[in-house]
């Protein structure tokens, strides 16, 4: 496929060599057609930047809205909309003034200072997973033993989900999240049973408020804020669409990167106070992020000389963005020591990531823990043949089978 010519519309997404290269298109693209025209699989139109400034200049302005259920925004596919945000039902969370006041609760919430408090109780759900994956003995599945339950059980602990239940929460998001595996009355179901339990935790949590994110939403409508039992729902399905499959691909494509190419585990070893640079390097050198993000533009811009009239849906392919030698030196380098790392693996601006501390401190604590425990770790599959995750939005590996 040729990609040097800005008149040609090009299939999107585009099809990587493997779960760990970048497909040969971002480069071109970056370097020859930075506004390229797209068909999304919905069959719509849409237009792609792929440079780091652009990437950048579409994600941080406050007036271009991810909500693409607007009169004339592309459909990302035939049946959905672009991401969980998206969904009618979140429509009263995702519009504008209200997502704004939703945003700056939910914010107040996931402050640094509150996500390190609950650094030593994530370091002990990780020592759990890998002290029950290493009793069962080599080869295991990262994905499943660790890399998948570890972020659902922290996002239990922030709903106030008590540690009996929190296995409930997994079988439901998984359900929910893959859509491949389980047919749609499996999904439907699971999404019913899902919703009929958090209107009971909610009405628990009204009973015997605790300490944990509902329950701050409920005190704060006791105060006279507006928060609808909608809201609240929500909000909880929300964190765990948000915060649960994201941070679950990370952890193992993460670790898939560093053991691809072992002088990176070992420079961790001899150097674990890497890992806060080797994790934003982690999330910045990801090439299987995904689909990138949607807006729609509602005024004429200006993208690398290109005019973009409103009225357009941009698609926003941080991935690439991230590659972007003009922006990062040694751009197609994983290093490990690399400071600052203004990557944009968790988008910009207003509507950038709001669970990014607790990301990090995940990533960090699993990564920390791994290096300590299981020191011989290794890829037991080349990283050419590591299965990539089916779905369309969030980019991951479906089994990451390792040894140590
Ligand atoms: C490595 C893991 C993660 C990545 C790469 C990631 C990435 C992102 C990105 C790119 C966005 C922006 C979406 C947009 O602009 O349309 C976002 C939003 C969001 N993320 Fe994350 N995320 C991660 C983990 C988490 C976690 C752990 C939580 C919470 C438990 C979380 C909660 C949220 C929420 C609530 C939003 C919506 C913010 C808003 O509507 O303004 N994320 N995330």
Known sequence: MSTDSSDQVLEYPFRAPNAVEPPEEWAKLRKGCPVAHVRLPSGDK??????????????????????????????????????????????????????????????????????SAMQQSIEAMANQLIDEMVAKGPPADLVSELAFPLPVWVIAEILGISVDERDKLATW???????????????????????????????????????????????????GEQISEKVLMLTAQGVLVAGHETTSNMIAKMVAMLLSDRKRWERLLAEPSLVRTAVEEALRFDANAGFGLPRFITEDIELSGTKVPRGTTIICNMASANRDEKAFERADDMVLNRAPNPHLAFGAGGHSCVGQALARTELQTVLSVLL????????AVASQDLPRREGLLVGGIERLLVRW
């Open 372 to 379: 300590r425990r299981l020191p011989s770790l290794d890829l």
């Open 173 to 223: 998001s998984n359900a929910m999240l893959t859509l491949t595996q389980f047919t749609q009355a499996e999904v439907d179901k699971a999404q019913a049973e899902f919703t009929e339990y958090l209107m009971g935790h909610i009405a628990k949590k009204r009973a015997q408020p605790g300490d944990d994110l509902l329950s701050d939403l409920i005190r704060a409508a006791d105060q």
């Open 46 to 115: 849409a237009v792609l930047v792929t440079r780091y400034d652009d990437v950048r200049h579409v994600l941080s302005d406050p007036r271009f809205t991810r909500n693409l259920s607007q009169e004339g925004a592309a459909r990302i596919t035939a049946n959905e909309g672009g991401s969980a945000f998206e969904s009618e039902a979140a429509a009263e969370i995702s519009a504008g003034e209200q997502h704004e006041k939703w945003r700056r609760f939910i914010s107040r919430w996931f402050t640094v200072k509150r996500i």
